[in-house]
């Protein structure tokens, strides 16, 4: 693993036991309908999520798809194992680094991530990993936070993104479909309901 990823990972392994408490609010308000609207958009006997992290997303897996799951962090992995168990969820959980997955090519009928991209230092090796590994035709369906379109608000941005990448290994001015196009995808669609900040994204391979 890459020193920028290694370090990023060790912010989240520290993260882990508090993570869910520290997005409890935001979770409750915010993305917890997000999230529903992003695996409602799932489709496919196969489908790959990157950045399981705790788990946050095991209540609105589809019934009767056959779920793989990543995440770099070890600790985050530990406590999505014991939310797995306890509520049951049918899950492959395996710890890997999305900018080099262990799957062999065209294997996925959806990928889907979370507010992930924000976090991994070559977002763009990543994406084209993802593309490898999806079935001809298969799709991509992302929920990320990315840079304001307005300029004084990108400007405050990109001034506060050292600080938070320090603190919580997160980028708040990733330009993710700009990164997405630039990965071999096409038909690529911003969900309507998208504000400026927070995006759901598809693209098909």
């Known amino acids: 693993m890459k020193p920028d990823s ?9 993260l882990a036991p508090y993570f869910d408490s ?17 695996w409602a958009k799932a489709e496919g006997e196969h489908i790959l999520e990157i950045g399981v992290g705790t ?3 095991f209540d609105y897996y589809p019934h009767g798809a056959r779920i ?4 770099f962090s070890g600790k985050m992995l530990d406590i999505a194992r014991h939310k797995k168990n306890r509520k049951q969820i049918d899950v492959d959980l395996h710890v890997m ?3 080099s ?33 999806l079935k001809p035709g ?8 990315v840079l304001s379109s307005r300029p004084l608000l990108a400007r405050l941005m990109n001034l506060l993104n050292p600080l938070t990448v320090s603190l919580l290994g997160a980028n708040i001015n990733r330009q993710t479909i700009k990164n997405v196009q630039a990965s071999g995808f096409s038909s ?9 900040i927070i995006k759901l994204i598809q693209a098909r391979k």
């Not at 991209?117 to 070559?122: G, L, R």
């Open 55 to 57: 788990g946050k997303n």
């Open 101 to 133: 997955l262990e799957f062999a090519d065209n294997c996925f009928d959806t990928v889907i991530a979370s507010f992930v991209f924000c976090s991994v230092p070559s977002p763009r090796k990543g994406l084209k990993e993802l593309h490898r590994v």
């Open 68 to 71: 793989t799951a990543i995440d």
């Open 6 to 14: 290694l370090s990023i990972k060790k912010r989240y392994d520290r």
């Open 188 to 196: 690529i669609h911003v969900d309507s309901s998208s504000g400026d």
């Open 22 to 38: 520290l997005e409890a609010v935001m979770e409750g308000l915010f993305f917890k309908k997000w999230r529903k609207r992003l």
């Open 97 to 99: 680094d999305v900018e």
């Open 138 to 145: 298969g799709q991509i369906v992302l929920l990320e936070h």
